[in-house]
Nanobody, 126 residues
Framework: QVQLVESGGGLVQPGGSLRLSCAAS????????IGWFRQAPGKEREGVSC????????YYADSVKGRFTISRDNAKNTVHLQMNSLKPEDTAVYYC???????????????????WGQGTQVTVSS
């Protein structure tokens, strides 16, 4: 059974950092492209980042580029999202997902997802 579990969310002040983790069970993460998307109340789902299975290429939405870093830890079957210089507009529930394909158009990252976890809340506020 494919299962993804996100962790690491919380409340942080603007300018602060958080590291989200996505732990997989039932499958090997590095056989898949893995992405993160987020959803804030009343807003559309937004692709944040992904890391491809083939060559480890990484992709970011313009809204987070230069602040967020996605990485794999194959030994722990985990993908991380390091988030620095957080802004109030980063507040959302963050989900990790297996990704079937991804594109970037006009700085927006689109992820076609297959499986995803229950999400972890990130709140950026003073």
């Amino acid at each position: 059974q494919v299962q993804l579990v996100e962790s690491g969310g919380g409340l942080v002040q603007p300018g602060g950092s958080l590291r989200l983790s996505c732990a997989a069970s039932g499958f090997t993460l590095d056989y898949y492209t893995i992405g993160w998307f987020r959803q804030a109340p009343g807003k559309e789902r937004e692709g944040v980042s992904c890391i491809r299975k083939t060559d480890g290429s990484t992709y970011y939405a313009d809204s987070v580029k230069g602040r967020f870093t996605i990485s794999r830890d194959n030994a722990k079957n985990t993908v991380h999202l390091q988030m620095n210089s957080l802004k109030p507009e980063d507040t959302a529930v963050y989900y990790c997902a297996t990704v079937l394909w991804n594109t970037i158009v006009d700085g927006r990252l689109t992820l076609q997802t297959d499986h995803w976890g229950q999400g972890t809340q990130v709140t950026v506020s003073s």
